[in-house]
């Protein structure tokens, strides 16, 4: 019993000198200047950011961060835009502008240190991205419209 008290003890004496804030610093900063728009995010880890600047009407954002250390920024702009970003693993990053009507974006990214930079400027344009492994990058410019690219990297 006097072992049970002595980790008990000193269990309780970790937690006050450690504060839950430092264990999992997450933020997710939403901007949201448009109609009928929606958002929709979760992370789960620690030190995971996303920063969505959400502008037009009718767009549609759907983010997952799971894992440690993930960044997403997405810039979002126009009519019924769509956007879903999944990051699995830790310090991935992924940058994502999409200005213009009818654009969808679908991006994985599961490893570690995997970059991606992606913008849509037009209309009707289609990306399929996803990015298995370590230390991937990836820069696509869709300029135009009717456009689709599909990349897989592993």
């Given at each position: 019993?006097?072992?049970?008290?002595?980790?008990?003890k000193?269990?309780?004496?970790?937690?006050?000198?450690?504060?839950?804030?430092?264990?999992?610093?997450?933020?997710?900063?939403?901007?949201?200047?448009?109609?009928?728009?929606?958002?929709?995010?979760?992370q789960?880890?620690?030190?995971?950011?996303?920063?969505?600047?959400?502008?037009?009407?009718?767009?549609?954002?759907?983010?997952?961060?799971?894992?440690?250390?993930?960044?997403?920024?997405?810039?979002?702009?126009?009519?019924?835009?769509?956007?879903?970003?999944?990051?699995?693993?830790?310090s991935?990053?992924?940058?994502?502008?999409?200005?213009?009507?009818?654009?969808?974006?679908?991006?994985?990214?599961?490893?570690?240190?995997?970059?991606?930079?992606?913008?849509?400027?037009?209309?009707?344009?289609?990306?399929e991205?996803?990015?298995?492994?370590?230390?991937?990058?990836?820069?696509?410019?869709?300029?135009?419209?009717?456009?689709?690219v599909?990349?897989?990297?592993?």
């Amino acid at each position: 019993m006097k072992t049970l008290n002595a980790i008990c003890k000193a269990l309780l004496v970790l937690a006050i000198c450690i504060p839950i804030n430092t264990l999992a610093e997450n933020s997710f900063d939403l901007d949201q200047e448009s109609e009928f728009s929606q958002v929709t995010g979760s992370q789960l880890g620690q030190n995971l950011r996303a920063n969505i600047l959400q502008k037009g009407s009718q767009g549609n954002i759907r983010l997952s961060q799971r894992g440690d250390s993930n960044q997403s920024d997405i810039s979002q702009d126009g009519l019924e835009n769509e956007i879903l970003l999944v990051q699995i693993g830790f310090s991935n990053e992924a940058s994502v502008i999409q200005n213009g009507d009818n654009n969808s974006i679908n991006l994985l990214q599961q490893g570690a240190r995997n970059k991606l930079s992606m913008v849509q400027n037009g209309s009707s344009n289609k990306a399929e991205l996803k990015q298995y492994g370590y230390y991937k990058n990836l820069k696509i410019n869709q300029i135009g419209h009717y456009m689709s690219v599909t990349v897989t990297q592993r």
